[in-house]
């Protein structure tokens, strides 16, 4: 026993950043089975400010992507350049900013949860929770701009809570959580309760920094005037602000729609791309030591009150926002659960462990077994059955087809992309490396012009549906479209055909046809 | 004659089942009277646990309003007779210690919901190792067909992986927390309109809870724990034995199935609402009974005025069918009454209390078929000019006049549209 404590003081925290990392990092390219179209515009334009300093449309060191008309925060982009730099531009050097980001969000839940019950198990629990937990390794695996901003909103409270506000801590938190107004933007309406709570619980300690207060304030405005500067003079990069501060009737049962088991712990979320088959948001079995952590928080650990302050005001950018359940806004909420479960699995062992060695070594071995079966289960569902059940959600087949594309692309002067639910150019763009310089040029007069965009077309490419009375007249035309449009029987009755190419998706359904006309 | 919310198939049913005629207004006034005894001896029973030493009546009268005011209370008293009679009984078991009754009353409303819904809403069914094996090799097909139609996974971990009685623990393990389903209980339309997430059906579902009552009742759970009550371990019992029938009959029936665990958690809320009227300050309490307010008058003002934002279409229709029978019945002419919908004779006969021969409850189709003279019919618009879209642009037939129109909010059958209309052809 003395040497299981032993080695978990001394290695515990590195052994959980390894599997933390491993179960973010492993099949990268294939699980989720394929990029989505923000995955991919992210990719791009990383690439393309990387070629050229500039943005898809030209914009130079931009604070926003216009990406796809929604004005994307860019600092998940400009992290992306060294991957990109490195590995080229794929899938892995893409997601790779999301894997290092959850990977530190487990050491920023460790010292946290260390600062906030002045205890290392606690932390150690915590973060190992949150390194195993679905929601986390969801997030961490996708370049999903919300887990960067978790990582950076983490390190703030850290560093927040660590300073009380009284030392030069102050310093590094406020850093962190300007910098994440640059990567998400439910940032923006969540530090400011952040900041709140902060203020109410340890306002009185600022006089004690009184004189690098002003400094720090400066700092950050001046951290943050890009931002409010790109915003008033290009007042549409507020676009996604816009679909915030709705309230209604229904904001406190959205409100408390974050809280509810069923949809934590049992159903997880509805949105596409934000869930695992199967899955919650934590493992049922965790329910129990997340009830148990909130029951020992409010029994035991009254002064660690602004846990409880910070989790009630972490669903907030999610309340009043039109969804119902939507993770990717409250990850924090969810990392400060993690830490009520590390609270509530410590408690239970510290309970066990005043029982007879039997029962307390039946149960802790009954605990690791669910554990290992869950997590068991998790892996082989994100490896396997998550990019068959989830393939439509990740817009699975674009890469497949712009590499058939690719193959064939020399010999036709036009090609045109059925485009029907995707968004195919940035698929394109991304998975055909089209120069940025490029397609920058040959979208300034058209594209870059219209606010919102109306045309997607660039060099050869036109993106349209496709009608194969008509189209099958033309010349040297490449169709890319789903059997729908282009039937193979109509298709191959036509004379003046060159090529068929068919991409098919695991089950062999056919995603799309490719023909060739001379 | 009428009192409003119309009522429900389900309640026919249930009355058949016990063999038992009641006419609209017994119905709801029985469950009236269980509210009104049931909300005096909740507060009595509260009163057991709770033993206030101070303002005694008035936490005896908050305590009664509470449950007498309860959304979940007055949905099953208003719509579900025998659940109220079985509450009722519960009160009366925790009121006489006669705990031993717990179990009986436990089988009756297992037998009760048994014969009540189809074998198909028991989850149980879910667990049955042939169900089991489907999922497991759905499951399986995926894996294999991912990796080019190869095994690739290990086989110890397959084993894990694939196995039945891991899948039906994990499977319990989800209905148990699938209980704690706040959009369910507090507020159903609105979560399912914009995601439809809860899996229930849009209609025929009402809040269970007032929104505050959940912070409310995990305060007084926290309490109950905290303040070392000698009741307190019977309170969880009562709570776990009362999700019995819930655990072995669907989610989606769980305002029928786990309404015995209204009285556990009701029986909590009140050391919360006793905490709070203790405070000094009494600003907490101020906003409680606003609050409180608030959404009673929001809750009954949608019960009683809106009935059809809650409940099915069909259930508003019948009524209103039956009214207009009672209102205009001539026994010279002859009635056709669709049963396009749902089984209307059956509803009619109830509110009406009696059959008429020359009303005939049978589907029709007027653009089809040439109506019989001297006859009323009472059907949806599609079956007057057949079904599809854009029906008020269609043509009646020749001489069928349409005398009256009931209009409700939905479409109870696809393309039908969402009127009933009464049509007379001479």
Known sequence: MDRIIQ?????????????????????????????????????????????????????????FLRSFDDYKPALYSYLTIPFIYLLGLNEASVRLVSVFSGTFSVIFIYLLAKELFKNKYIGLLSALSIAIEPWAI???????????????????????????????????????????????????????????????????????????????????????????ITN?????????????????????????????????????????????????????????????????????????????????????????????????????????????????????????ATKPKIIFAFSILAIAFLTLYNLANLVTTLRYLLPYE????????????????AKNESNYNTIVFETRNAQPFIFVLFYSKYPPDMYQKQIENTAKLQIPRKSFDFGKYIFRDVYWPNDKKDQRTLLVAPDSSLPLDKVKSNSNLNLIKEVNDFEGNLLARIVGLR | MFITPPVELQEIQLLNLFHLALTPLALRLIGIIFRVLGSLLFSLVAFYFVKPNKHKNLFLAATGLMFFLSPWESLISTFYLVQSILIFLLLVVLKFKKRILLIPLLLISIFFLYKTYAPTYLFTNKLSSSNLLIEINDRQKADYLIEGRKFVIPRPIRGVIYNKQFLAGNKILNQFISFFDFEHLVSPLDSYELIRLSGISPKGNLPLFYLWDIPLVIYGVYLLTKENKNNKKYVIFLFFISLIPYMIFEKKLLPQTAFLTLIPILLIEPLAIYKIIKLKNKIPLLLVSLLFALSIFSYYTTFYFSPQTYQKPESYLYEEISKWLYNNYDPSKTYIITNKFGPTDKMVSFYLQKTYSNVNFEEFDLSEKIPQKNTYYVGLEGEFVGHGKNLEQRTLPEHLNIVDKITGQEEPVFEYGKEIWIGLYK
């Open chain 1, 7 to 63: 080695i978990t003081n001394k290695y515990g925290l590195i052994l959980i950043l390894l599997l933390a990392f491993c179960l973010r990092v492993a099949w990268i390219s294939k699980s989720p089975p394929s990029l989505n179209w923000d995955e991919a515009s992210f990719g791009y334009n990383a690439y393309s400010i990387l070629k050229t300093g500039k943005d898809e449309f030209g914009v130079k060191l931009p604070i």
């Open chain 1, 138 to 228: 969801h997030f961490s695996r996708a370049a999903f701009e919300a887990n960067l901003a978790l990582t950076l909103v983490l390190g703030g409270i850290y560093f927040l809570l660590k300073s009380k506000l009284k030392d030069n801590y102050v310093v590094l938190g406020t850093l962190l959580l300007s910098l994440s107004l640059y990567a998400y933007t439910a940032s923006r309406i969540l530090i400011i309760p952040i900041l709140l709570v902060f203020l109410a619980i340890y306002g009185k300690n600022l006089f004690k920094i009184r004189k690098t207060l002003y400094l720090i304030i400066i700092f950050n405005l001046i951290l943050v005037l890009p931002i409010i």
């Open chain 1, 232 to 352: 008033i003079v290009h007042p549409e990069t507020l676009f996604r602000l816009s679909s915030t501060f709705l309230i209604s009737s229904s904001t406190p049962a959205r409100f408390l729609s974050y809280f509810s088991p069923i949809n934590l712990f049992v159903r997880g979320s509805s949105e596409p791309t934000q869930h695992i088959p199967n899955f919650g948001m934590f493992f049922s079995f965790e329910f129990f030591f997340w009830v148990i952590g909130i029951y020992f928080l409010l029994k035991k650990y009254t002064k660690e009150k602004i846990l409880i302050f910070l989790i009630l005001v972490a669903p907030i950018p999610a309340a009043i926002t039109w969804n119902w359940f939507y993770p990717a806004r409250v990850l924090p909420l969810f990392s400060l659960f993690s830490i009520l479960i590390g609270l509530g699995s410590y408690q239970t062992i510290i309970y066990l």
């Open chain 1, 390 to 405: 989830d393939r439509g959600n990740w817009q699975y087949g674009m890469r497949e087809i712009v590499q058939e594309i």
